[in-house]
């Protein structure tokens, strides 16, 4: 109906509330206005969650050479319960599908004097490889072999993720290692804002 122009606009009160519209109403910030904000403000954006990341408490023994499930059972956060450390798997709860950022580190280990040939971080998608990162060598490597993979994924209510890994040894055992000082091994996620 008309243009209100000034230059500040207070509440009645000291430290009182101006409210603009009542429910239902838009406001239209046109091209080329530039609104500044030097105070607190609340209700904009969003948050990354879900949100979730755990750890192994112990190294996991695994068949050498053989692509194997690795199970993490030590939450350091999980923001919505949909992490369950029973069966390793992060689950998307209701109502919050969305496109996510999922990672996993690995740190392969020989448990003897073997060397290690070949080691495989996958992240796995309701039971099928997803993507996955892998080094493997014409002849062989140290005792210790860390991989890190990441995704941003398309994922749907009921959607479910987990880690595999393979360790190929020399000689003796194959494990995934689990250190409580440097948690070099883990796997978490968040949900990105759109």
């Not at 360790?167 to 091994?185: E, F, K, M, Q």
């Amino acid at each position: 109906m008309g243009t209100i122009k000034t230059t500040n606009i207070e509440p009645i009160a000291d430290n009182g509330t101006v409210t603009l519209g009542s429910s239902g109403d838009t406001f239209t910030v046109p091209s080329g206005v530039t609104i500044t904000n030097n105070g607190t403000q609340t209700g904009f954006g969003g948050t990354n969650t879900p949100a979730f990341e755990v750890i192994k408490s112990s190294s996991q023994t695994i068949t050498d050479g053989s692509t194997t499930k690795i199970t993490f059972d030590t939450e350091r956060f999980d923001t919505a319960n949909a992490y369950d450390t029973s069966t390793s798997k992060f689950t998307v709860p209701s109502g919050q599908a969305g496109k996510y950022f999922i990672y996993s580190g690995l740190t392969g280990q020989s448990g003897t004097s073997g060397q290690i040939s070949d080691c495989r971080n996958v992240i796995y998608k309701n039971g099928s490889q997803y993507k996955a990162a892998f080094l493997i060598f014409g002849g062989t490597t140290g005792y210790f072999l860390s991989l890190n993979t990441y995704s941003i994924m398309d994922l749907s209510v009921g959607d479910y993720i987990e880690v595999y890994g393979l360790v190929n040894v020399g000689s003796g055992s194959a494990l995934i290692n689990a250190d409580a000082a440097d948690n070099r091994t883990y796997f978490g996620g968040y949900k990105i804002i759109e």
